[in-house]
């Protein structure tokens, strides 16, 4: 399961574009630097604006095929994600109900 939102991102890039790990996560990396974005940051849908505008330039110069439909895949995902893909929660109630059991 993904960490946090970046992890989850770059986890479905490597799996629908064919860059491995280390290339799906730089490439990624660089399409939110070059946003002006921090990946551990950045909100839901600032990874949809730079999964749409910007990171399909970076897929094209890495010779990437289709970088159209795995960008709207992934945007998709991106919104059905959860806020916190690991699930976990950082507000008062979650951090009880977490240590309740629930």
């Known amino acids: 399961m993904a960490e946090n939102l970046f992890d989850f ?3 479905q890039l490597e799996q629908s574009s064919g860059l491995d790990r280390l290339a799906s996560r730089g490439t990624l990396r660089l ?3 070059n ?3 921090n990946p551990s940051t950045a909100k839901q849908s600032q ?3 730079v999964v749409e505008r910007v990171l399909p330039g970076e897929l094209d110069s890495r010779g990437v ?3 159209r439909a795995i960008c709207a895949a992934l945007i998709e995902q991106i919104h059905n994600a959860p806020a916190d893909p690991s699930g976990a929660t950082t507000d008062v109630d979650g951090i009880f109900d977490r240590l309740a059991g629930g």
């Open 9 to 11: 991102v770059a986890q």
């Open 31 to 33: 399409a939110l630097k």
């Open 35 to 37: 946003a002006g974005l």
């Open 47 to 49: 990874y949809c604006v």
């Open 65 to 67: 095929k289709e970088v």
